[in-house]
């Protein structure tokens, strides 16, 4: 079951903050992260594997709560290389294929 | 470093053709994917391989069919294309191993547009 992304779409000024959050109804093993700018294949952000870990990646970092089967993606000092849409994959065993959600599209401008 | 490598990267069908869209890996990869990606829908996921000799269905497998011809190629066939296979298609590939968890790399895509 395709996992639940929010908000569909966000505009941010050059150094503001977003929060992408994404939800499914089923028990998770892990989720990915990825963005995928227009007319291009989407790239590798992070994995989160349940635990309830936190990674990051430059002034990208993210969070997995298992028990409430979410992850939240947060863009810190968004820069306008920040635009596209991001896209969570949901694995449920380690071994499946992933499940994308329907993507969030974030714009920074100027 | 090559990656995932899919032809054509842009294809104008006519309904009722067929058509082959190829994808090869390097990366030793064990597990390959197609996806169809549509404004709004996200990444679909149509059949995959999760090892060299299989295939499986996924979310929207009708009117498509998979070859795993060997551990580097996967290809995806429109027998009988449709304007509702109108899509941007991807491959991706994965290493599946135990106690571990790798992403998925993808390919550029192709774009197919079916009259």
């Known amino acids: 079951q395709q996992p639940v992304q929010s908000p569909q779409a966000v505009i941010l000024r050059e150094g503001e903050d977003a929060v992408i959050n994404c939800s499914s109804s089923?028990?998770?093993?892990?989720v990915h992260w990825y963005r995928q700018k227009h007319g291009e294949a989407p790239v590798f952000l992070m994995i989160?594997?349940?635990?309830?870990e936190q990674k990051g990646h430059d002034k990208i970092s993210a969070s997995f709560n298992e028990k409430k089967q979410q992850s939240s993606l947060y863009l810190t000092a968004s820069q306008l290389s920040y635009s596209g849409t991001y896209f969570c994959?949901?694995?449920?065993?380690?071994?499946?294929?992933?499940?994308f959600g329907k993507g969030t599209r974030l714009s920074v401008i100027a | 470093n090559a990656g995932v490598t899919q032809t054509p990267k842009f294809q104008v069908l006519k309904t009722g053709q067929s058509m082959t869209l190829q994808c090869a890996q390097d990366?030793?990869?064990?597990?390959m994917y197609w996806y169809r990606q549509d404004p709004g829908m996200g990444l679909r996921l149509i059949y995959y391989s999760a090892s060299e000799g299989t295939t499986d269905k996924g979310e929207v497998p009708n009117g498509y069919n998979v070859s795993r011809l060997n551990k580097r190629e996967f290809s995806l066939r429109l027998e009988s294309a449709a304007p509702s296979q109108t899509s941007v298609y991807f491959c991706a590939s994965r290493s599946l191993q135990s106690y571990s968890n790798q992403p998925q790399h993808f390919g550029d895509g192709t774009r197919l547009s079916i009259l």
């Open positions: 089923k028990a998770l093993y892990s």
């Open positions: 990366m030793n990869h064990n597990s």
């Open positions: 989160l594997l349940k635990g309830g």
């Open positions: 994959g949901t694995d449920k065993s380690g071994n499946t294929p992933l499940v």
